[in-house]
C-alpha cells in the first residue's frame, strides 16, 4: 500500500510541479489551488473524503483504493513544492542552453532539467514518503487492514496493548529505516556522479 501511494504521490507532485510553472494561468492556478488545499487540510479529513465524500457523486472505492488515492494525492502535494522548489533552483541559464541547442520545453525538461531537480530533491522527497509510510496508520479509520487495525484487533483479543503496540512501531521503524537506507545509497550515487 506504501508503495503504491508513494508512486501516486510522485506523479501527482510532478504533474502539479509542472503544472505550476507553465504558461497556461488555468493550470497553474488549478495547481496551486490543489496544492494549497490539499497542504492546509488534515490528512485524516482529506481520506474521510475520498472514502465517505465521493459515492455522494457516485463515485465508489474499496477501501484500500480510497486509501491509496487519499494518501497518493495528499503527498503528492508536499511532493510538488519539493520538484517546484528544485525547478527554481536550477541556474535559468541552464534553460537557455538548451533553448539554443534547438530542444524543446519537454526535451529540455526530460535531458537537462529534471536530472538535475532529481539530484536536490531525493532527501526532501525521501522524508516525504517516509511520513507517508507512517501515514497509513490513518486508514484503519476506514477500515483498511493494516498495521495499526491488525494491532488493534489483537489488542482487543490480549488485552494486551504494550507488546501490540511497541510491535508496531518496531515494523514502522524498520520501513521507514529502509527508506531512509534506499535514500541515502541514492544520495551517494548522485554525489559520484558530479
Do not use: D
Amino acid at each position: 500500500m506504501s508503495i503504491v501511494s508513494i508512486l501516486v504521490s510522485w506523479l501527482c507532485g510532478l504533474a502539479a510541479a509542472l503544472a505550476q510553472e507553465s504558461r497556461w494561468r488555468s493550470l497553474a492556478a488549478v495547481a496551486r489551488f490543489y496544492v494549497w488545499f490539499v497542504r492546509g487540510t488534515p490528512t485524516l479529513i482529506q481520506i474521510f473524503l475520498v472514502y465517505f465524500g465521493l459515492p455522494q457523486f457516485g463515485i465508489r472505492m474499496s477501501p484500500y483504493v480510497a486509501g491509496v488515492l487519499a494518501l497518493g494525492v495528499n503527498s503528492g502535494a508536499f511532493v510538488a513544492e519539493i520538484i517546484r522548489a528544485g525547478l527554481v533552483a536550477i541556474p535559468k541559464g541552464q534553460r537557455e542552453c538548451a533553448k539554443a541547442l534547438g530542444m524543446g520545453w519537454w526535451l529540455a525538461m526530460r535531458l537537462v532539467i529534471l536530472p538535475q531537480v532529481l539530484r536536490i530533491v531525493v532527501p526532501p522527497v525521501t522524508n516525504e514518503a517516509i511520513t507517508l509510510v507512517k501515514n497509513t496508520s490513518l486508514l484503519s479509520t476506514i477500515t483498511v487492514l493494516e498495521l495499526t487495525l491488525f494491532s488493534q484487533m489483537a489488542i482487543a483479543r490480549t488485552f494486551r496493548p504494550f507488546e501490540f503496540y511497541i510491535a508496531a512501531a518496531l515494523i514502522y521503524l524498520a520501513l521507514t529505516s529502509l527508506l531512509a537506507s534506499a535514500a541515502a545509497r541514492l544520495e551517494r550515487h548522485y554525489a559520484l556522479a558530479r
